[in-house]
């Protein structure tokens, strides 16, 4: 059975930091791209940010970019978020998502290109 599984959420003041997990079972991990999406109450599911198979690329969401660090430990099959600089606007449930991509060092925002989906960890930020 695949499973995604999102940890390490919880409630942070604007400006802390948290570092989210995603653990992967069921496929092989290391063939499949793995993406952060996430749904803030009211408001679309958006993309947050993506790594490659190998770790070797990573892709961000512009209202992420250089707050967010995504990395990957392919031994552990582990996906990790470490997010800095926390605002408001970053509370969410958290999603992590898989794409079989082995090999493939292009990224990918659209959530249609996703096969595995998790269940979420949910983020707030207070002001």
């Known amino acids: 059975e695949v499973q995604l599984q999102a940890s390490g959420g919880g409630l942070v003041q604007a400006g802390g930091s948290l570092r989210l997990s995603c653990a992967a079972s069921g496929f092989t991990f290391d063939d499949y791209a793995i993406g952060w999406f996430r749904q803030a109450p009211g408001k679309e599911r958006e993309f947050v940010a993506a790594?490659?198979?190998?770790?070797?690329?990573?892709y961000y969401a512009d209202s992420v970019k250089g707050r967010f660090t995504v990395s990957r430990d392919n031994a552990k099959n582990t996906l990790y978020l470490q997010m800095n600089s926390l605002k408001p606007e970053d509370t969410a449930v958290y999603y992590c998502?898989?794409?079989?991509?082995?090999?493939?060092?292009?990224?990918?925002?659209?959530?249609?290109?996703?096969?595995?989906w998790g269940q979420g960890t949910q983020v707030t930020v207070s002001s």
């Open positions: 790594i490659s198979w190998s770790g070797d690329s990573t």
């Open positions: 998502a898989g794409r079989e991509a082995a090999g493939i060092q292009v990224l990918t925002a659209s959530q249609t290109r996703y096969h595995y």
